[in-house]
């Protein structure tokens, strides 16, 4: 079955990196466009990053040239680059996968900016 986990999040203060991570099982994932999404609290959850499956990009207005994702085929795995966070970045960060029929979601990886 599709599998996908998160990890890298943690307690970042303003100005800090962060690299989170998405391990995908499951399913053709060198074939497969991947996401990264967050929620921040009492908000809806919102598209941060887009990859294709040949690595074409999209970012939220709000992280772009600071957010950067990208993914090892290799390894199964998607990352977020977070650089330069603010208070505002602060949230559960989940992995996406689009799939025929039916969108996968991670269980979410909570990212904490404190100013």
């Known amino acids: 079955q599709v599998q996908l986990v998160e990890s890298g999040g943690g307690l970042v203060q303003a100005g800090g990196s962060l690299r989170l991570s998405c391990a995908a099982s499951?399913?053709?994932?060198?074939?497969?466009?991947m996401a990264w999404y967050r929620q921040a609290p009492g908000k809806q959850r919102e598209e941060v990053a887009f990859?294709?499956?040949?690595?074409?990009?999209r970012y939220l207005d709000s992280v772009k040239g600071r957010f950067t994702i990208s993914r090892d085929n290799a390894k199964n795995t998607v990352y977020l680059q977070m650089n330069s966070l603010i208070p505002e970045d602060t949230g559960v960060y989940f992995c996406?996968?689009?799939?025929?029929?039916?969108?996968?979601w991670g269980q979410g990886t909570l990212v904490t900016v404190s100013s």
């Open positions: 499951g399913f053709s994932f060198s074939s497969n466009a």
């Open positions: 996406n996968a689009p799939r025929p029929g039916r969108v996968y």
């Open positions: 990859i294709t499956n040949n690595a074409r990009t």
